[in-house]
């Protein structure tokens, strides 16, 4: 089955410095989402990439895309204190259900704790 | 900005209980979906709906879980006979058009089942 896992499953850093989240998969997808999610809260999207793409960038955000190894990362420059959340990358993929299309089934790593200390 | 309106935010229930959890999506959304993540683990998918019926619906979405738009705005997950397993944060999400686009989710609601 398709999958998103991350690693490193916890990053530590300081303030100013870059942190990298990576993620791979299992199958063909449509497109790859990146996520953060406050403790206890609900989860932001961030960034979306499509399997045509293979860079994208927003603001302090990268996304790479490698779907000959069918995985992706996050890099996340000039880190802050309140960047510190847990990070998810989640997969949409094609379905033959319904003609062919998928109804936004996203599936989820087990996401990047990332801490970053001022 | 608009967001998703997810209520209550905890909920607090006996097994064997009915739940019905709510949702208000973004207004201009016409795809709609319930997820969870039980305490540690990975979010999962459970239900999409659109144009008033399930488009799709995970392995977790058995017979104890029915979705309803009951009006122009709400959208709800009704558990009929709660189980401890299913002890989770619900996330409510919408997505504006098309399949395959990023999604809105709420704030989640913290289901325990005693």
């Known amino acids: 089955s398709q999958q998103g896992e991350e690693d490193p499953q916890a990053l530590s850093i300081q303030e100013g410095e870059n942190a990298t989240m990576n993620c791979s998969y299992k199958?063909?997808?449509?497109?790859l989402q990146w996520y953060r999610q406050n403790s206890g809260r609900g989860l932001v999207h961030l960034i979306l990439i499509r399997s045509n793409e293979r860079e994208k960038h927003s603001g302090r955000l990268r996304v790479t895309l490698d779907t000959s190894k069918k995985s992706s990362s996050l890099l996340i420059t000039a880190s802050r204190a309140a960047d510190t959340a847990s990070y998810f990358c989640a997969t949409a993929f094609d379905s033959p259900y319904a003609g062919g299309t998928s109804y936004g089934k996203l599936t989820f790593g087990q996401g990047t704790i990332l801490t970053v200390h001022p | 900005e608009p967001e998703v309106t997810q209520t209550p935010s905890h909920q607090v229930t006996q097994m064997g209980q009915e739940v019905i959890l709510r949702c208000v999506p973004i207004?201009?959304?016409?795809?709609f979906y319930w997820y969870r993540q039980i305490l540690g683990q990975k979010v999962e998918f459970l239900v999409s709906f659109y144009n008033n019926e399930i488009s799709e619906k995970s392995e977790i979405f058995d017979d104890q879980f029915s979705v309803e738009r009951p009006d122009g705005s709400n959208f709800t997950l009704k558990i009929r006979s709660t189980k401890l397993e299913d002890s989770a944060m619900y996330f409510c999400?919408?997505?504006?058009?098309?399949?395959?686009?990023?999604?809105?989710f709420g704030s989640g609601t913290q289901l325990s089942v005693l």
């Open positions: 999400a919408s997505s504006e058009r098309v399949v395959r686009e990023k999604l809105f």
């Open positions: 199958t063909s997808i449509n497109n």
């Open positions: 207004s201009n959304h016409l795809y």
